[in-house]
């Protein structure tokens, strides 16, 4: 289903439509992810992918065109160029371990430690929580730097949107396309 | 196919429909012109990869990395990893505020451009390139 979704973004035309689907892309791996176990991050990625940015994008196609032009450019090369990359990413994939494999790498070094020591040291019953305010503390640190920064680089981007469209209104021959 | 082969292939088909849905989503941001499509195509990679992360924390037969409350930890229930969990958590958050910031970008170029695809943006550059070049041959040659 997942992959029905991405395929039918790629040949819908509409962008109205395309954001609608990247909204039910974001559903469908979130019950993919309560699948598999990450409670946290479905409903993560349930709330943001699924809700904020479909708002945000729903937005922006307020603002700007509808539909999408067809383009002259030739699909051969990109798609030529996309088979290579995922022909390699495949080849990467051989030596991992199977999925769901309990002695693979990932699962014997920091993961089972947490596990071990969050009951005693931190004392909340949610590990994911635990770990992230907690021992990852200064990664939440600096994600939210990051937010700050980016919603920073937001404002200033669309600040003065409005009075420059007003000049615009007024004045045709000096504003908008340079 | 022997039965060795068929475990392989059942224990690696999460990691290949994982890159099959990143190189869809990598496809869409090299070969589609329209901005806004780039950034969905870009999320859709993203998604996947965040995938790939979760599908590697899983441990069968495991659940949820949720301890009952009074912190009692029963030492036979098998937890999945929490680590990748917490990894993705910051990951999505920090994928919403690149996917705001390139949307405002798209605001600002139709604002300039008054179009979000990338060939009549090419051909507006283009054009303005070519007319700045004509006048300073203009300006050069009326000086000499």
Known sequence: MLTVTALAVVRTRSLFAVVTLSGVFSL?????FVTMDAVDVAFTEAAVG?????????????????SERSTKRSSTVPLLAVLVTGAALVYGTL???????????????????YLERIPHEIGVPNAVTAILASYRGYDTLGETAVVFAAGIGVLILISGLRTRRRKDEDDPETGGSA | MDSGTLEFVIGHLNYWLFILLMMTG????????NLVKKIVGLNI?????????????????????IFPLDM?????????NPLPHVLILTAIVVGIATTSLGLAL????????HTIEEDQIA?????VLKSEQWASERATGEHS
């Open chain 2, 45 to 65: 990679f993203q998604t996947s990869v965040f995938m790939l992360y979760i599908s590697i924390g899983k441990v069968t037969g495991g659940t949820a990395p």
């Open chain 1, 95 to 113: 030596d991992m371990p199977s999925f769901g494999q309990s002695d693979a790498p990932a699962q014997i070094h920091v993961g089972p430690d």
């Open chain 1, 28 to 32: 469908l791996s979130a019950l993919l």
């Open chain 1, 50 to 66: 699924a809700g904020i940015s479909t708002v945000l994008m729903l937005g922006t196609l307020a603002l700007t065109a509808r």
């Open chain 2, 26 to 33: 990598l496809y869409i941001v090299v070969a589609k012109g």
């Open chain 2, 72 to 80: 009692k930890v029963d030492p036979d229930v098998v937890y999945s």
């Open chain 2, 106 to 113: 798209i605001i600002r170029i139709r604002e300039e451009y």
């Open chain 2, 123 to 127: 051909e507006i550059e283009n054009a």
